[in-house]
Structures are given as structure tokens and as C-alpha cells.
């Protein structure tokens, strides 16, 4: 188990290379705050260029019926880009899919292999594609094809140059390895990062989300719940908050 007393293990990889970029790759608006946006806060801050790949335009979600359905995309793109820009990210990026009806495609792979080849990040953030049956709001089925679609990306096709050969014959982008990859929601996670500090960055960025969260008055009750089980888990400082991931090396 490792934990937020290792802080090198933040900014660096398992060989120990600093990491300069991170892609997270997600279903939804407001995954990646719900998951990680405090640890999010501390990549940004310590100068890691963070890029957002949003598979779908969260067009499925939103509680408000008088709003009309075709407005909702464009609601929740912006909603992700306010909310990056409230931990330092600005490269917000939407692939445009179905909310609802995400699948595992070739197309999909493709589309997830383009973006690493373009961003050429050294970690990756992506949903677990387990299903985790002690927290099953996690294991969305879109989640769990984000999670499936993105894995599949990083290997074996990003990093193949004879893999969707128009992006590297069409695009002219070079295959790239992605060396390690944080899972966001897995049943079994290894590491935990202390967020007690970028709480408050956390639920700004929730905050942003407001078609998803303007009616959740306990919002900060909810969250800061999940983050202190968290941290009891990882064996972090009673009042302290945590972010949990597994870490797998892609190398």
C-alpha cells in the first residue's frame, strides 16, 4: 500500500521519471471531479500540463425536465471547462459520443488513441473497467467502456504504428507509449492521495457542474464523506480526506 506519505509518488512514475503531462480519459462531465479533481489541484500546481478527453457531452444528464434536452451538451461542455479552469485545467477536450450508449469500438479506440498521440502524455487518469460492487454508483456501464475503451488505447493501440494506421499515415501522429496509468473507482485501489488541502478546489469544481449537482444541498457533506472513508483506509490522520486510485505500470 502506498499512500500520500510517499509524495514523489504524485510526480513520478515508477522508474522515477517526473511526469510532464497527464491525459485523463472519462465518460461524463463531471467524472474526473467527482474522482480526482483534488488531485487534479496538486498535479496542475506543481506544473503538470493536465489534458480532459470527454468521451460523451453528458447529454443524458441534467435533473431540470424545463430544460430542452438539445441544449444540454453545450450546458455540461461548459460546465467541464469551468470546472477544469478551478484546478488549472484549460485543454478540455469532447469526442462527442452517445451519454448512455457508450461501447467499446473500434472507432472509440481510435478516437482515444488520436488524443494520446496528440497530448503524448507520460500518465494517464481513466475510469476502472471492474465493476466495483461496494460502490456501484462508480461502475456506470458507460464507466466501465471508458475504462475498457482507454486501457485498450494505451496497449496495445496507441503505442502500434501499424494500429489505425490513418492517424499515423492520415495525421501524421507518431505512436507513443504511455508508461503508467492511474484507475480511477477500481475495486482495488493502491494508492491514496491526501486532498485535504484542494478540498475546497474539489467542490468548486463540482460546484461548476451545476446541472448535476446545483440541487445536491449536502454536496459537501457527501463528498467529504467518501474522502474521509478514503483516508481511514489508506491509515492517514483522523480529518484528513483522500483521492484512491490503482496504479498499474503500461510500461
Given amino acids: 500500500m502506498t499512500s500520500s506519505l510517499e509524495p514523489d509518488r504524485l510526480l513520478h512514475n515508477a522508474d522515477g521519471t517526473r511526469i510532464e503531462r497527464l491525459l485523463a480519459v472519462m465518460a461524463h462531465p463531471d467524472d474526473v471531479d467527482f474522482g480526482?479533481?483534488?488531485?487534479?489541484?496538486?498535479?496542475t500546481d506543481a506544473g503538470v500540463e493536465v489534458s480532459y478527453c470527454l468521451i460523451t457531452n453528458g447529454d443524458a444528464g441534467g435533473f431540470d425536465p424545463d430544460v430542452p434536452r438539445s441544449e444540454i451538451p453545450a450546458i455540461r461542455q461548459a460546465e467541464q471547462r469551468a470546472a477544469g479552469a478551478a484546478v488549472g485545467v484549460t485543454d478540455v477536450r469532447f469526442l462527442g459520443y452517445r451519454d448512455g450508449e457508450l461501447?467499446?469500438?473500434?472507432?472509440?479506440?481510435?478516437?482515444?488513441?488520436?488524443?494520446?498521440?496528440?497530448?503524448r502524455p507520460d500518465r494517464m487518469l481513466i475510469q476502472s473497467p471492474e465493476r466495483n460492487w461496494n460502490r456501484i454508483q462508480a461502475s456506470h456501464p458507460d464507466h466501465l467502456a471508458a475504462g475498457e475503451a482507454a486501457i485498450q488505447a494505451v496497449y496495445p493501440d496507441a503505442r502500434n504504428p501499424f494500429a489505425h494506421t490513418s492517424l499515423l499515415l492520415d495525421e501524421e501522429l507518431e505512436a507513443w507509449s504511455v508508461p503508467e496509468v492511474w484507475v480511477l473507482a477500481s475495486p482495488t485501489p493502491n494508492y491514496w492521495n491526501?486532498?485535504?488541502?484542494?478540498?475546497?478546489?474539489?467542490?468548486q469544481a463540482?460546484?461548476?457542474?451545476?446541472?448535476?449537482?446545483?440541487?445536491?444541498?449536502?454536496?459537501?457533506?457527501r463528498v467529504g464523506g467518501w474522502m474521509r472513508m478514503q483516508a481511514e483506509?489508506?491509515?492517514l490522520p483522523e480529518g484528513r480526506l483522500a483521492e484512491a486510485f490503482m496504479i498499474v505500470s503500461t510500461a
Avoid at 488520436?114 to 497530448?119: A, N, P
Fill in 36 to 43: 480526482s479533481a483534488g488531485t487534479i489541484k496538486a498535479w
Fill in 103 to 119: 461501447a467499446v469500438s473500434h472507432d472509440l479506440r481510435r478516437d482515444i488513441s488520436r488524443v494520446i498521440r496528440q497530448v
Fill in 194 to 203: 491526501d486532498i485535504t488541502d484542494n478540498f475546497d478546489a474539489k467542490i
Fill in 206 to 221: 463540482l460546484r461548476a457542474h451545476e446541472s448535476q449537482t446545483g440541487h445536491m444541498d449536502d454536496l459537501v457533506d
Fill in 233 to 235: 483506509h489508506a491509515g
